[in-house]
């Protein structure tokens, strides 16, 4: 077992730059969580998908940012238009099936936006 | 606003003390989650404790969850350099919601 497989590890783009993200869950979890971490904000929750259905995108900002989960293997975190601000470490992690079953977290991409 | 929160930014201690810390949370939960979270990694949970669970053990850690006062503790005993790491609580608000961080308490463990 990988665990939760983030790639790339780290990403760096130009300001007004789209940025995609991965992550690969592991096998047979059927929840998959999106988190952005940053000094000043902390552990942020973006969005939450279960069987490949999006459950709960209320932390995820409005415009530029979408995520989604075409198979039970993969979800990507898409970021148009890159700013400065969105510079932070992204965090993906998976459970069995709920939030109130243990997280397993990726080692996260880190971000950085020139 | 945090549905969780470490009541302590930092704590320091020496290899061998004991060290707790604290975490209050703001909504009914399912259950509640320590995780540590080591420089350049993820976080790993800890322990997990549900709603109708009173302490929790695992090795050197203990956590307990007082629900009447919304509030929870995680001890580490006999530390040792490598529990140097922030460590969050987590609560997920009952009806299936995400998993909410706290802040993270700095937990710094020297020889």
């Known amino acids: 077992n990988a665990g939760v497989i983030q790639t790339p590890r780290h990403k760096v783009t130009g300001k007004g730059q789209e940025a995609t993200l991965w992550c690969e869950p592991i096998?047979?979890?059927?929840?998959v969580f999106w988190y952005r971490q940053t000094i000043v904000q902390g552990l942020e929750f973006l969005t939450y998908f279960r069987n490949q259905a999006p459950i709960d995108d209320s932390g995820m900002p409005k415009e530029r940012f979408s995520a989604q989960m075409p198979n039970q293997s993969h979800s990507t975190l898409k970021i148009q238009s890159t700013q400065p601000q969105d510079s932070a470490v992204y965090l993906c992690?998976?459970?069995?099936?709920?939030?109130?079953?243990?997280?397993?977290f990726g080692s996260g991409t880190r971000l950085t936006v020139l | 606003s945090q549905l969780a929160e470490e009541n302590l930014w930092a704590l320091s201690v020496h290899e061998g003390e004991s060290v707790t810390v604290n975490c209050s949370y703001k909504t009914s939960i399912t259950a509640l989650q320590w995780y540590r979270q080591k420089s350049g990694e993820g976080p790993a949970q800890l322990i997990l404790i549900r709603s109708n669970e009173r302490e929790k053990r695992n090795g050197r850690l203990r956590a307990t969850l007082d629900t009447s006062s919304q509030s929870s503790s995680l001890s580490i005993t006999a530390t040792r350099c490598e529990d140097t790491a922030v460590y969050f609580c987590?609560?997920?608000?009952?009806?299936?919601?995400?998993?909410?961080f706290g802040t993270g308490t700095t937990v710094s463990v020297s020889p």
């Open positions: 992690a998976s459970s069995l099936s709920t939030s109130a079953e243990t997280l397993y």
């Open positions: 096998s047979g979890h059927s929840a």
């Open positions: 987590a609560t997920d608000a009952q009806g299936g919601r995400a998993l909410i």
